[in-house]
């Protein structure tokens, strides 16, 4: 069964700075996606940034950069520049390309505070 | 920017009573999906919906539950007979193609059972 780990239940970080958010998972597949996913306080889910497996370029976006290791299955999570507004929930989900469905796993969280 | 509405935002229902959870996905999105979050839990798959027809279902999703896109806007999920254990947030989804693109979410409707 895939499944989905991040190792880190709170962190925090001081504006400005960088920190890193770590995801690991387990699958037994080649070809799927993962995804970070930020929930601030208003609960809604917003998509950070998404890495394809088959591709060995590390995924960025802004001041947002993923480190992908397959072979490793980790999917850690850098946010560099720190501001106020990253505080949130950051989950780390997989999407597996098996079948015609997307049904992503979830880990369980990281809570980010970012503090002035 | 569109945005996949859910609504009520919270609602209290007595155990055993029926509940129905609105969603309005992103109006050109075809696959449309919920999930739940339990309190200190992970977020969990329910269900998928394509084409007016529920395309994968988890274990959690049994007879108690039903979904329905009953006027081609509104995506429902309904919970016939509601436990404690049905407490949760739970998210509704949407996204224009079944994998790999980017699956927009609600802003969740609390459901606490009591």
């Known amino acids: 069964a895939q499944t989905v780990t991040q190792s880190q239940p709170e962190m925090s970080v001081q504006e400005a700075e960088t920190v890193t958010l770590s995801c690991t998972y387990d699958t037994s597949e080649s070809n799927y996606y993962l995804f970070w996913y930020k929930q601030p306080p208003s609960r809604q889910m917003i998509l950070v940034i998404r890495?394809?497996?088959?591709k060995q370029q590390n995924a960025t976006e802004n001041r947002f950069s993923v480190n992908f290791q397959k072979a490793a299955k980790s999917f850690s999570l850098k946010i560099s520049d720190s501001q106020l507004g990253d505080t949130a929930m950051y989950f780390c989900?997989?999407?597996?390309?098996?079948?015609?469905?997307?049904?992503?796993?979830w880990g369980l969280g990281t809570s980010l505070a970012v503090n002035p | 920017e569109p945005e996949v509405t859910q609504t009520p935002s919270h609602q209290v229902t007595q155990m055993g009573q029926e509940v129905i959870l609105r969603c309005v996905p992103i109006?050109?999105?075809?696959?449309f999906y919920w999930y739940r979050q339990i309190l200190g839990q992970k977020v969990e798959f329910l269900v998928s919906?394509?084409?007016?027809?529920?395309?994968?279902k988890s274990e959690i999703f049994d007879d108690q539950f039903s979904v329905e896109r009953p006027d081609g806007s509104n995506f429902t999920l309904k919970i016939r007979s509601t436990k404690l254990e049905d407490s949760a947030m739970y998210f509704c989804?949407?996204?224009?193609?079944?994998?790999?693109?980017?699956?927009?979410f609600g802003q969740g409707t609390r459901l606490t059972v009591v």
């Open positions: 890495q394809e497996a088959y």
């Open positions: 109006s050109n999105h075809l696959y």
């Open positions: 989804a949407s996204s224009d193609s079944p994998r790999g693109n980017e699956a927009f």
């Open positions: 989900a997989f999407d597996s390309n098996a079948g015609n469905n997307r049904k992503l796993i």
């Open positions: 919906f394509y084409n007016n027809e529920i395309s994968e």
